[in-house]
């Protein structure tokens, strides 16, 4: 599969425990995209990355979010005491310049 | 407030009939503007891409317009199926690599 993978497709943890999220890229996609999407609603952007550089983080994500993208290839997105707020399903795009961006199954979390 | 705008938010219709969706936007500048299908907990799925200078783009039975003047653009489902059932997300991007997403129409077929 040469898709964007994401993994897990589902996680549930406790309140205030600590998660992370890795994301798979198509391979020769240098952008890469986070979005984070509740029932009933279209995704929200978090953040985006060009190659490995963070080129914005939106004012959704407090600072208990953060994301990584080493040597640009894969990207990591990690919460930190989740709150049951954070509750969503979390999904990761790439796309290879302007061009179409093509996205994951999703991970799935819940806190409880 | 929202720069894409979808209606209905959800409607019901009959295996084999046709049913239209609305987008509406705001987002200036424009680069090009994206149908995505959506099932229950999996990612969205690209129908259609279009450009400013595009009218009409079609995909098999999905076809969509947009008129850049007015800001308007729909997605037509003709002779609808079952697996037709699923979300349905007009997402505009601008000169950037902002995406900005409408909220959905949930389209649900029944036999």
């Known amino acids: 599969d040469t898709g964007v993978s994401q993994d897990p497709r589902h996680k549930i943890t406790k309140r205030g425990q600590n998660v992370t999220f890795r994301c798979d890229p198509i391979?020769?996609?240098?952008?890469l995209y986070w979005y984070r999407q509740t029932l009933g609603q279209g995704p929200e952007f978090l953040t985006y990355f060009q190659n490995e550089a963070q080129l914005e983080k939106s004012r959704l994500l407090s600072d208990r979010f953060s994301a990584e993208r080493p040597k640009g290839s894969f990207s990591t997105l990690e919460i930190q005491r989740t709150e049951q707020g954070d509750s969503a399903m979390y999904l990761c795009?790439?796309?290879?310049?302007?061009?179409?961006?093509?996205f994951g199954q999703g991970t799935r979390l819940t806190v409880v | 407030k929202n720069q894409v705008e979808q209606s209905p938010q959800s409607l019901i219709i009959l295996e084999g009939k046709n049913c239209t969706l609305q987008?509406?936007?705001?987002?200036?500048?424009?680069?090009?503007l994206r149908w995505y299908k959506q099932d229950t907990g999996r990612g969205p799925v690209s129908l259609t891409i279009m450009t400013f200078s595009e009218n009409t783009k079609s995909n098999g039975r999905y076809t969509a317009t947009l008129d850049a003047d007015t800001k308007q653009s729909s997605l037509h489902i003709t002779a609808s199926q079952l697996s037709d059932s699923a979300s349905y997300i007009c997402v505009v991007s601008g000169n950037d690599y902002k995406l900005s997403f409408g909220a959905g129409t949930t389209v649900t077929v029944r036999a």
């Open positions: 795009a790439s796309s290879l310049a302007r061009n179409e961006a093509f």
């Open positions: 987008c509406n936007y705001t987002v200036s500048p424009f680069s090009n």
């Open positions: 391979s020769e996609h240098n952008r």
